[in-house]
Structures are given as structure tokens and as C-alpha cells.
């Protein structure tokens, strides 16, 4: 690893930090409450209680197929990518010398280039594990959707309970394809890599003030929580939520 800079060490140490820190404070932090993600858990919670009282759910099935057309389209772009990087080792000496002659700030050593290369298809090779992971969850999720049972053919307590087993799987294949989305943004920042590891550090902040901001201070998230009914925080192990003033949907 001598041809890596002290700089190019830093930079890739500061990338793995934006990318798993983020990660753990969107998906582990006590604050994770208050993000857009999990505030769109609560409607996906909320979708699977008003589904299971529907005697027609044909609405239901068609937002799962368009989830999973979503997260297939992703898994598919991943691999179509890795693929990319397949051709961009094998075609390494004529890129370098391209990029010599364009005067593109472009790292000459081969063995650097190809760890970078490397580098971004296992950040891909890791985003088409989750969205595959992801897709499945929905498959599973719309299997359970269709054993809910009419309302009159089961007692209320079943019919939610199932509900609310289709309900935490959804939320789960959300998590994963959120994770699988991360990486392709995270993908992008690492493209700086190329043109240096100042570029490298800059473009790795960009993106993570970019999915910041998104997360916990976005329009998006205003609208969202704008229709709450209960709250965005996910229940706890018995089945509670933590805030007061609402109560459990499943319960």
C-alpha cells in the first residue's frame, strides 16, 4: 500500500466515517425519530392497518408492485455498474494515457487507479446486496398482505396482528433500499477520489450535508410530518410508541 498518499489515507478514513457514522445516526441514534425515514415508517405502519381493513386491496397490491419494479430497477442499475468497472480495469493504460494527454487531473500510478476502481464497485457490489435484500422483504411483505383476512373472517386482533407483521417487514425493505440508495449517493462523493483526495474530502462532505439536510431539514420532511397522526418514532419492544398523546395502531 505504498503507493497510497497520507492524504489519500485520511480522505478514505474520513469517507468511511461520513458514510457508516451516517448510517448509524439515521438507522441506531436516539435521534432517529426525527428523520424523514422515520417518519415515513409511520405511513408505511398507517398503510398496511388501513389495507387490512379494505374488502378490495387491489390499490395495496399496485403501490407493492411499484416498490418492487423500484427496488429491482436499482439492483439491476448496480450490477450494470459493477460491470462498468469490470471495463474500466481492463481498459486502465489507455484511460491513464487518455487522461495524460487531455491533461485530466488523474492519478498516473495504475495501482492506485485500480484500488480506487476496486474501491467504488465493492461500494456498488454492497448497494446491490441491499437492494436485493430489499426486494425480497417486499416479496415477502406482499405474501403476508394476502393472508390478511377479511374483515368478518377473522377476529380484529388477528386481522391486525397479521397486518402489523406486513407492516414491520415493509419498514424493514424500506431500510435496506434506503441503504442501497445511500451507497450510490456515497458512490458518487467517492468519483472524487479520482481527480484527488482534496477533491475526495470536499465531495464526501458535499454529499453528506446534501442527505443532512434531506433527512432532518427538507421540505419533504415538513410535508410528511405535516400529516402525522401518531407518532414518528418506531414502537418499542412492547409494543408501545414513546411519545404521549397517541396511541399504537397495532394494539
Excluded at 498518499?5 to 461520513?18: E, I, P, R, T, Y
Excluded at 480506487?116 to 441491499?130: D, E, H, N, R, T
Excluded at 425480497?136 to 377473522?154: D, H, K, W
Aim: charged share 15%; hydrophobic share 50%.
Amino acid at each position: 500500500m505504498h503507493f497510497l498518499s497520507l492524504f489519500d489515507l485520511l480522505a478514505v478514513g474520513w469517507f468511511l466515517f461520513a458514510w457508516f457514522g451516517f448510517n448509524l445516526m439515521i438507522d441506531l441514534s436516539p435521534i432517529r425519530g426525527k428523520t424523514l425515514s422515520a417518519s415515513m415508517e409511520v405511513y408505511r405502519r398507517s398503510w398496511m392497518l388501513t389495507m387490512a381493513t379494505r374488502p378490495v386491496r387491489i390499490m395495496d397490491t399496485a403501490i407493492m408492485s411499484g416498490l418492487q419494479q423500484g427496488t429491482a430497477f436499482f439492483a439491476s442499475t448496480s450490477l450494470l455498474a459493477i460491470g462498468g468497472g469490470f471495463a474500466l480495469l481492463d481498459s486502465t493504460d489507455r484511460i491513464l494515457t487518455m487522461a495524460g494527454d487531455l491533461s485530466i487531473p488523474v492519478e498516473q500510478s495504475r495501482a492506485l487507479w485500480e484500488v480506487k476502481v476496486l474501491g467504488l464497485m465493492l461500494i456498488l457490489a454492497y448497494a446491490f446486496f441491499k437492494f436485493g435484500w430489499a426486494y425480497r422483504l417486499f416479496n415477502y411483505c406482499s405474501i403476508i398482505m394476502g393472508s390478511v383476512p377479511e374483515t368478518g373472517q377473522a377476529s380484529e386482533a388477528e386481522i391486525l396482528n397479521i397486518a402489523g407483521k406486513a407492516a414491520e417487514l415493509n419498514v424493514l425493505a424500506g431500510r435496506h433500499f434506503n441503504r442501497g440508495q445511500r451507497s450510490f449517493f456515497f458512490a458518487i462523493a467517492f468519483l472524487g477520489w479520482f481527480a484527488g483526495p482534496e477533491v475526495f474530502a470536499f465531495t464526501t462532505l458535499s454529499v453528506l450535508v446534501v442527505l443532512i439536510r434531506r433527512q432532518f431539514a427538507s421540505k419533504s420532511r415538513t410535508a410528511v410530518l405535516s400529516g402525522h397522526h401518531f407518532p414518528a418514532s418506531p414502537p418499542t419492544k412492547d409494543g408501545e410508541y414513546t411519545e404521549t398523546g397517541s396511541s399504537n395502531p397495532f394494539t
